[in-house]
């Protein structure tokens, strides 16, 4: 019955009789229950598995979720890849129904592959099917995943400008209300403060509020006067012919005033603040624009810089270093913006929220580009660097990267017709991007046939 099922099995329908009975007699049948776990995902993979009976379903964590690439039946082979390579398993895979299951040592896989070039070759094809698989699903998650990861982004900045608007208007209302409750003398009315700002010094500042305390009765409404650019000077002609009641009132009317203005001024801040991240928005995602274009490198930096400033904010310190005659070059430059994303987002989660991140863009002597984005985290273990740009390599425990940001990012560059590399040492790793001018002859053009690669956030550190 075992000779039979492996028979039945694509990778070893092809093997010699004498191989397959060797291959049988090492084999162990396993009984699955429904809801049994045959592999779990992140386990050391030391066997591989043919189904005999019933459903299995394979699934990869990402994040909190679970997402289903494959069910698979009679026929089967599973868990093949990380066996042969006696790594960590790449998904999970768990009965839905009663199955049975035959277990393959490695010891027996590596004797099979030492047999001839038959099992090898269907080894490979199985392999190469299964990654492909696996790649089109991971992508269309993390293509969701990532939009998930700058909208939350985004939220979380559009939330403090909204809500500082917010506030200030239900105070403006108020402060127009006090102010329209007092009845200042009328030439009052006709005054605009002449100083710009309150005295930066805190003793000068000091001063400024008792000298107009004396005057105008009130150091409350001195020190909102003080801060607001009032002086002695424009006061004192004013106030020095009021009654101390009139002058209170007066003082208090403009103190209610400079605080209207003040609340303008923060309204003005917080749209202003909104205004720049939704241009930041547009021209991070090239919206309305065609796919290939010139573009400024600078630009799409800090606009993404702009768009992950949430991650950025507290202990890491940003610093730019541009060229300022750094040529436009042609690309896909919502593809590039990505390609930021990714490296920037990879760097505040290896600082860990702590530490700086150097951003230079110079000119090649080609007339393209040269982008270093450095950060001061750990570093990367040259066994690690070798294999960054690998699709599924990272070092992040399961469900929490799917090793293909960086990969991605790799594809789009070569697309470019550029180069990415790593320089990395203990405590600095730079990630350095080099594009020529223009875009390979090869790839698409402006022209309505141009298809931009299928791009996504990892949204987590590869390092």
């Known amino acids: 019955m075992t000779l039979e099922a492996l028979r039945a099995t694509p990778l070893f329908a092809e093997l010699p009789e004498e191989y397959l009975g060797r291959l ?22 030391d066997d591989l598995f043919v189904v005999i009976s019933g459903e299995l379903d394979v699934t990869k964590r990402s994040g909190n979720a679970e997402i289903p690439l494959a069910r698979v039946g009679p026929g089967a082979i599973q868990g093949e ?14 009965a839905l129904t009663p199955a049975e299951v035959l277990r393959i040592p490695y010891s027996a896989v590596r004797d099979l592959l030492s047999g001839g070039p038959d099992a090898a070759l269907g080894i490979i094809r199985t392999i190469i099917g299964r990654l492909r698989g696996m790649e089109s699903a991971l992508r269309q998650r993390e293509k969701l995943a990532g ?29 127009i ?21 309150a005295p930066a010094d805190a003793l000068a500042r000091s001063d400024a509020i008792d000298e107009l305390g004396d005057l105008v009765g009130d150091y409350d409404a001195a020190a909102a006067l003080v801060d607001a650019g009032w002086t002695i000077e424009q006061l004192r002609a004013v106030f020095l012919d009021l ?16 605080k209207v203005q003040a609340l303008l001024g923060e309204v003005r801040m917080a749209g202003d603040r909104i205004s720049e991240i939704v241009a930041a928005v547009k021209g991070y995602a090239y919206l309305d624009q065609a796919p ?55 760097a505040a989660d290896a600082m860990e929220g ?25 570093g990367i273990p040259p066994d690690v660097a070798a294999k960054i740009f690998e699709p599924f390599f ?63 956030t990892d949204g987590l550190a590869d390092e």
């Open 24 to 45: 049988a007699a090492n084999v162990v049948p396993m009984h699955l229950a429904a809801g049994d776990l045959l592999i779990n995902e992140g386990d050391q993979a």
């Open 243 to 258: 009654d101390p009641d009139t002058a209170r009132d007066a003082a208090a009317w403009l103190a209610a005033s400079a």
């Open 177 to 197: 209300d006090e102010r329209n409750a007092l009845h200042p003398p009328h030439e009052l009315m006709e005054l605009s403060p002449t100083g710009a700002e």
């Open 81 to 94: 890849l990380a066996a042969l390579e006696r790594g960590r398993r790449m998904a999970s895979v768990r």
């Open 354 to 378: 702590l530490g700086t991140l150097d951003l230079r863009a110079e000119r090649t002597d080609e007339g393209g580009v040269r982008v270093s984005i450095c950060d001061s985290g750990p």
């Open 394 to 456: 990272t070092t992040k425990p399961p469900g929490v990267g799917s090793g293909l940001g960086l990969h991605i990012s790799h594809n789009v560059v070569v697309r470019h017709g550029g180069q990415l590399d790593v320089e990395t040492e203990p405590g600095r790793t730079c990630f350095v991007v080099t594009i020529p001018p223009t875009l390979p002859a090869a790839s698409p053009g402006e022209g309505g046939d141009a298809q931009p690669t299928e791009v996504l």
């Open 292 to 346: 290939v274009q010139r573009i400024d490198v600078r630009r799409g930096l800090d606009d993404t810089l702009v768009i992950l400033r949430h991650k950025l904010k507290g202990g890491i310190d940003v610093t730019r270093d541009y060229d300022p005659n750094l040529p436009e070059i042609e690309a896909f430059g919502s593809e590039l913006n990505q390609v930021w994303t990714n490296l920037i987002d990879n």
């Open 147 to 175: 939009l998930g990861t700058l909208a939350a982004g985004l939220a979380h900045e559009l939330n403090n400008p909204a809500a500082a608007i917010r506030r200030s208007v239900e105070e403006l209302a108020r402060a």
